[in-house]
């Protein structure tokens, strides 16, 4: 049966087993073999990563043709105004590409949020607020480009879903293997589709 792992990645943490000093690497926290990422997430951003064995549950994953949607909470310099929400709702022109219509709303800081080393750049004069942005792309720094197109630059990223899957019960740089019911969905054909049971729990780990 495929693997599938969720990890909440660290800041400054690069999305790969190799060793990259000064960086941390996934071999420093993920102990298990023969996984590898399922999209990626820039050293500079938090949360939610996915891991697997198998190419096609990566696939399905990563591929934008699918269009699993990626929520962020994203802390931004300034509060935007509803023009600025509205333009990412509509669709942002990035020079190179202009982004499908995002979802976002203005939220407060997540209560579970865990403090960032180092922390973020702040001016005494600007405040700063959060967002909730979803997307269904995942173009290079797309969050960070569009929030900085509209005037408000990301100070800091989280991803903290991608589809069904959260961060929720994952503390720092913790992951959990899911359960196959879980990923079911994702799952090839080539492999049975598990029936859901309480008694199937996935495994967690430190």
């Known amino acids: 049966m495929p693997k599938l792992i969720l990890f909440n990645k660290p800041y400054g943490m ?8 000064p ?15 399922a999209g990626r997430l820039d050293t500079d951003s938090e949360g939610l990563l996915l891991l697997t064995d198998t190419g096609s ?23 935007p105004d509803e023009a600025a929400l509205e333009a990412l ?3 942002v022109n ?27 750049r702040s001016r005494a004069n600007i405040p700063t607020a ?25 100070l800091r990223l989280i991803r903290a879903r991608i589809g069904n899957f959260t961060l929720d019960g994952l503390a720092l740089a913790q992951w959990r293997e899911a359960a196959p019911e879980e990923f079911r969905d994702l799952l090839p054909r080539a492999f049975p589709h598990p029936k859901r049971s309480s008694q199937n729990l996935p495994k967690q780990r430190d």
């Open 130 to 154: 959060w967002l909730e942005l979803t997307i269904r792309e995942g173009k290079n720094r797309q969050v960070r480009r569009m929030t900085a197109k509209v005037g408000y630059p990301t």
């Open 89 to 91: 709702r509509q669709g």
């Open 14 to 21: 690069i999305c790969q087993f190799t060793p990259s000093p």
């Open 94 to 120: 990035l020079g190179n590409f202009v982004t499908l219509p995002a979802e976002v709303r203005l939220i407060d800081e997540p209560s579970r949020l865990w403090p960032r080393t180092p922390p973020i």
């Open 57 to 79: 549950i990566q696939a399905r994953i990563a591929d934008p043709q699918h269009k699993l949607p990626k929520t962020y909470w994203v802390q931004v310099e300034g509060r």
């Open 23 to 37: 960086h941390q690497c996934l071999a420093d926290h993920v102990a298990i073999k023969g996984v590898y990422p």
